[in-house]
């Protein structure tokens, strides 16, 4: 039940409003917990995933890390960046996929050191296709720490 002080309508403002046993300002910070508890979630994987992994992800930073984990359709990063600047995923995709072409070269090399020019290109290539990746992802658990949809509610409340 709201109660309401004895306020003329045209002066009525939030600050005399109240929802038991909540004001109105307290109402609207509760109205973003869930939202609050999705970034945590997702900060907290990231911290997860970064003390499990292997030395890989040990010494990355937690913004960067999180850029990475977020895919490219979710419009906002449950994070602040700080002083780096706008989240750009097309720059994080670009040093991912050089990173990823010369590590599965080197793989290539590694594993056939005799091989011909040609037979490490076609090696190569074969570290770098999406199926072998996402099998890697699948592998290693990866799939679970990724940040694939944005935040929505479940149910508006001016629906109520």
Same mark, same amino acid.
């Given at each position: 039940?709201?109660? %309401?002080?004895?306020? =003329? =309508?045209?002066?009525? *403002?939030? @600050?005399?409003?109240? %929802?038991?046993? &909540? ?11 869930? +939202? ?6 997702? %900060?907290?994987? %990231? ?7 292997? @030395?890989?992800?040990? +010494? ?9 984990? *977020?895919? +490219?359709?979710?419009? @906002?990063? =449950? !994070? ?21 072409? !010369? !590590? ?16 490490? @290109? ?6 770098? /296709? ?12 990866? &799939?679970?720490?990724? &940040? +694939?949809?944005?935040? *929505?509610?479940?149910?508006? &409340? /001016?629906?109520?």
């Amino acid at each position: 039940k709201a109660i %309401v002080a004895d306020v =003329p =309508p045209e002066r009525l *403002t939030a @600050s005399f409003c109240s %929802v038991l046993p &909540l004001s109105a300002e307290q109402f609207c910070v509760v109205r973003m917990l869930p +939202a609050i508890l999705w970034r945590l979630e997702f %900060v907290a994987m %990231v911290h997860e995933l970064r003390d499990a992994a292997e @030395s890989a992800f040990r +010494a990355a930073a937690l913004p960067s890390l999180g850029e990475a984990l *977020t895919h +490219a359709l979710v419009l @906002s990063l =449950p !994070f602040e960046i700080g002083g780096r600047g706008v989240f750009h995923y097309e720059r994080l995709e670009f040093l991912g996929d050089a990173a990823l072409k !010369f !590590f599965a070269v080197a793989q290539a090399a590694a594993a056939a050191p005799k091989a011909a020019e040609g037979e490490l @290109s076609k090696a190569s290539q074969q570290l770098q /296709t999406n199926k072998w990746l996402r099998r890697c992802a699948k592998d290693i658990g990866l &799939l679970d720490y990724l &940040l +694939a949809r944005a935040y *929505t509610p479940k149910e508006s &409340l /001016t629906n109520l």
